[in-house]
T-cell receptor
Framework: NAGVTQTPKFQVLKTGQSMTLQCAQD?????MSWYRQDPGMGLRLIHY???????DQGEVPNGYNVSRSTTEDFPLRLLSAAPSQTSVYFC????????????????FGPGTRLTVL | AQSVTQLDSHVSVSEGTPVLLRCNYS??????LFWYVQHPNKGLQLLLK??????LVKGINGFEAEFKKSETSFHLTKPSAHMSDAAEYFC???????????FGAGTILRVKS
């Protein structure tokens, strides 16, 4: 198993450009999510999906779009990049079987480092 | 709403001495609690998790954490630090079965030789 893969590893954009960060998993996980990591702030949830065709917003969704057409893929789109979106982006997946006090474990991808000039 | 406070942004210890990384949480429900580690320019690795079973949780690489509901704490400890433990550590809470994670700001652990 490749686990959770992310592409690209690095990306530099100019303000106003658009791009898609790719995330794929081969573990047949139902739950997938995107986080951004900024210094001194830990990771913050952007969007998540509990299965194909179902997505919802996390803590910091503004400026980002997602869709989930297959179980395997969960791309993150930046429609008009801004310098405030300079960050490291992590995709994660899990079986999605956890309820309150459940035992789901998140599997994180290696991250994409994005710089917006 | 759930939240996590990591009480120290930086901790420095000598190799071979104990490690204590402090974490307090706030949650309206019975939470799941986690510690993740991130080595420089690497992804995140799960150290250990608490999910309402035993209050003392053992993880990888000799780390353990104790869940104390009365103190709303989940401190991470290790009896003897190793140089390879130098990394950033995140305390994480989830009210949604291990999903929709809420991260603390992180504690950078420095290990001196």
């Amino acid at each position: 198993n490749a686990g959770v893969t992310q592409t690209p590893k690095f990306q530099v954009l100019k303000t106003g450009q658009s791009m898609t960060l790719q995330c794929a998993q081969d573990m047949n996980h139902e739950y997938m999510s995107w986080y951004r990591q900024d210094p001194g702030m830990g990771l913050r949830l952007i969007h998540y999906s509990v299965g194909a065709g179902i997505t919802d917003q996390g803590e910091v969704p503004n400026g980002y779009n997602v869709s989930r057409s297959t179980t395997e893929d969960f791309p993150l789109r930046l429609l008009s990049a801004a310098p405030s979106q300079t960050s490291v982006y992590f995709c994660a997946s899990s079986y999605g079987s956890g309820g309150a006090g459940g035992t789901d474990t998140q599997y994180f991808g290696p991250g994409t480092r994005l710089t917006v000039l | 709403a759930q939240s996590v406070t990591q009480l120290d942004s930086h901790v420095s210890v000598s190799e071979g001495t104990p490690v204590l990384l402090r974490c307090n949480y706030s949650s309206s429900y019975s939470p799941s609690l986690f510690w993740y580690v991130q080595h420089p320019n690497k992804g995140l690795q799960l150290l250990l998790k608490y999910t309402s079973a035993a209050t003392l949780v053992k993880g990888i690489n000799g780390f353990e954490a104790e869940f104390k509901k009365s103190e709303t704490s989940f401190h991470l400890t290790k009896p003897s630090a190793h140089m390879s433990d130098a990394a950033e550590y995140f305390c994480v809470v989830s009210e949604w079965g291990g999903n929709k994670l809420v991260f603390g700001a992180g504690t950078i652990l420095r290990v001196k030789s």
